[in-house]
């Protein structure tokens, strides 16, 4: 099948029998208002894991915007190695009252990605609701900045099974329903600049355990583009610098910087005033990626870190 050419008599995997907004013929969709105007996601579903805050939040309700369903993962619960609260059920609420507010709808699954048989039988029941899944951003994520125990091994098998293993986890629980399909489609890994660069590295277990889990993640992403490939199924992983969420700005994070600053984690940035970045920068990527713009992209690792690890 021809994967090049776009265009009405053509519907590609993200349209279900309507064109791509940009993709329309002139006067198909514009300013005359002739038809309503179409987002770029229209009729897909979108599997969001750490969807309850931060940047999984502006993740569900940008796809939203642009016209996807949402299926909102997350564990809603705390964690007992990790030194700062995770989301709440309320927040999970929350993002689907924003969602809500798009005029799509998102199905909440409160699921722990380290535990397959839940995260399965949690995206099972969605997918009978809303239908099969077009999108995945494996988002869910830890870390223990501050804690600089070179011995913390729960802290270090409490990141790598959520960072690591719970991202093996997603691809496992949704890429089936992907292939059944048959649209093919597109799914977004959140690594981060420590899975391409060991710099603020500390020795702590907190730091091996997230910069392995999140080079790691490139791993997955790569086998993962070559194993989804002939089904049409796309795989990338993001690398987001420090971005202004929960997970950082926290009292834990706070003490810890008060007691030893450590410049060095926000100073690598090549765009000047740029040290902690919006979530909404990182989401423009993500857009980018599981939209039908970047259609030939695979198996890319993107970095969203004003320019931390290009040197
Ligand atoms: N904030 C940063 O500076 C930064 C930088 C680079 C990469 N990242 C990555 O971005 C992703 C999103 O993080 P964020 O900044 O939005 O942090 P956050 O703490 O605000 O959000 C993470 C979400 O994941 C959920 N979660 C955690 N463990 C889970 C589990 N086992 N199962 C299901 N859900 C779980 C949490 O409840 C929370 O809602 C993470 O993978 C993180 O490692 C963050």
Redesign the pocket.
């Known amino acids: 099948m021809e994967t090049d050419r776009l265009g009405p008599e053509r519907p590609g995997p993200w349209t279900r029998g309507r064109v791509f907004r940009f993709a329309a013929p002139t006067g198909s969709a514009g300013p005359s208002g002739s038809l309503p105007p179409v987002g770029e996601l229209d009729n897909t579903i979108a599997v969001i894991?750490?969807a309850?805050?931060?940047?999984?939040r502006s993740h569900a309700v940008a796809l939203a915007e642009q016209g996807a369903d949402i299926i909102g993962?997350?564990?809603?619960a705390d964690?007992e190695a990790i030194p700062y609260p995770?989301?709440t059920r309320e927040?999970l609420d929350e993002t689907g009252r924003l969602v809500a507010a798009t005029g799509r709808r998102m199905v909440p699954v409160v699921?722990?990605?380290?535990n397959l048989a839940q995260l399965e039988a949690g995206v099972a029941g969605a997918v009978a609701e809303v239908g099969d899944i077009d999108i995945v951003v494996a988002?869910?994520?830890?870390?223990a900045i501050g804690n600089r125990d070179p011995h913390a091994e729960d802290v270090y098998t409490a990141i790598v099974e959520?960072?690591l293993n719970?991202v093996w986890h997603t691809l496992l629980a949704t890429v089936p329903s992907m292939i059944r399909n048959g649209r093919g489609g597109s799914i977004v890994l959140?690594s981060?600049?420590q899975g391409l660069t060991g710099r603020g590295g500390d020795g702590s277990a907190a730091m091996f355990g997230y910069a392995a889990a999140k080079h790691g993640v490139v791993g997955l992403m790569r086998s993962a583009a070559s194993a989804y490939g002939p089904h049409r199924i796309r795989v990338n992983s993001v690398h987001?610098?420090?971005?202004a969420?929960?997970?950082?700005l926290n009292e834990f994070v706070a003490a810890k910087m008060m007691e030893s600053p450590n410049p060095s984690v926000l100073s690598q940035a090549l765009i000047p005033d740029a040290p902690i970045i919006d979530?909404k920068e990182v989401t423009e990527a993500v857009l980018w990626l599981v939209g039908p713009r970047s259609r030939f992209v695979t198996g890319v690792t993107l970095p969203v870190d004003a320019g931390h690890v290009a040197t």
């Open positions: 894991t750490g309850a805050r931060g940047q999984g993962v997350d564990m809603c964690v995770l989301a927040d699921a722990d990605v380290r988002n869910a994520g830890v870390v959520t960072n719970g959140v981060s600049s987001p610098g420090g971005v969420t929960p997970m950082i979530p």
